[in-house]
């Protein structure tokens, strides 16, 4: 059973701070990662896919690193805004014909 | 184009009924995903179906049923409801069945079993 981990569980900053937090997931048949973000009543919502190893993705003050050989990707927010608060999901795609496989997330609130 | 739409949005049922949960996907999208989302688990799959073909099926009991029509719209079948079953449903659907397509997901059914 293919596992995928992130940290912290939540995370709780001032408006104006920038965060980070980590998604791990197995290195071997690496195919991609995906980060999602999720608002309260509203649709899971996709920010980055990432294949290379090294990829770094950027959507604002929003950006991803990835490392496949140590299977792991961080998430960066710069200057983090309330709007910004929602859960962030990744998600992992290996190589076999199998369905992408999701974390539990990392609950982020932004507090003015 | 229209999004993921999923019908009913909210839905209140019994222990031992039954329940149809419907998807239909963006114009285009051949596959759609179905997810269990209950609170502190992540989103736990339950099928994935590509041109009317289960491509993978989750780790759920086989109460749990789905299928894909010529349209690419989907219905999620669950019988002899159980209190456990109470979640959100999300459908989400994509292009092809690749791991590195992105998922659009719908607004979600939530499901209340008493």
Same mark, same amino acid.
């Given at each position: 059973?293919?596992?995928?981990?992130?940290?912290?569980?939540?995370?709780? %900053?001032?408006?104006?701070?920038?965060?980070?937090?980590?998604?791990?997931?197995?290195s071997?048949?690496?195919?991609?990662?995906h980060?999602y973000?999720w608002?309260?009543?509203k649709?899971?919502?996709?920010?980055?896919?990432?294949?290379?190893?090294?990829?770094?993705?950027?959507?604002g003050?929003?950006?991803?690193?990835?490392?496949?050989?140590?299977?792991?990707?961080?998430?960066?927010?710069?200057g983090?805004?309330?709007?910004?608060?929602?859960?962030?999901?990744?998600a992992?795609?290996?190589?076999?014909?199998t369905?992408? %496989?999701?974390?539990?997330?990392?609950?982020l609130? %932004?507090?003015? | 184009?229209?999004?993921v739409?999923q019908t009913?949005?909210?839905l209140?049922?019994?222990?031992g009924?039954?329940?149809?949960l419907?998807?239909?996907?963006?114009?285009?999208h051949?596959s759609?995903s179905?997810?269990?989302q209950?609170?502190?688990?992540?989103?736990q799959f339950?099928?994935?179906?590509?041109?009317?073909?289960?491509?993978n099926?989750g780790?759920?009991?086989?109460r749990?049923s789905?299928?894909?029509?010529?349209?690419s719209?989907?219905?999620?079948?669950?019988?002899?409801?159980?209190?456990?079953?109470?979640?959100?449903?999300?459908?989400?659907?994509?292009?092809?069945a690749?791991?590195?397509?992105?998922?659009?997901?719908?607004?979600?059914?939530?499901?209340?079993?008493l």
């Amino acid at each position: 059973i293919l596992n995928v981990e992130q940290s912290p569980q939540s995370l709780h %900053v001032q408006e104006g701070d920038s965060t980070n937090f980590t998604c791990s997931f197995p290195s071997s048949n690496f195919y991609a990662l995906h980060w999602y973000r999720w608002e309260t009543a509203k649709s899971p919502e996709a920010l980055f896919v990432m294949t290379l190893n090294g990829d770094e993705k950027k959507k604002g003050r929003i950006s991803a690193t990835l490392n496949t050989k140590e299977g792991y990707s961080y998430l960066y927010i710069k200057g983090s805004q309330p709007e910004d608060s929602a859960t962030y999901l990744c998600a992992f795609g290996n190589s076999g014909n199998t369905p992408l %496989v999701f974390g539990k997330g990392t609950r982020l609130s %932004v507090i003015a | 184009k229209a999004g993921v739409t999923q019908t009913p949005r909210y839905l209140i049922k019994t222990r031992g009924q039954q329940v149809t949960l419907s998807c239909s996907p963006i114009s285009g999208h051949r596959s759609v995903s179905w997810y269990q989302q209950t609170p502190g688990q992540g989103l736990q799959f339950l099928f994935e179906y590509f041109s009317e073909t289960q491509r993978n099926k989750g780790n759920f009991p086989g109460r749990f049923s789905g299928r894909q029509f010529s349209n690419s719209r989907s219905e999620m079948n669950v019988s002899t409801l159980e209190l456990g079953d109470s979640a959100l449903y999300l459908c989400a659907s994509s292009p092809t069945a690749g791991p590195t397509d992105t998922q659009y997901f719908g607004p979600g059914t939530r499901l209340t079993v008493l």
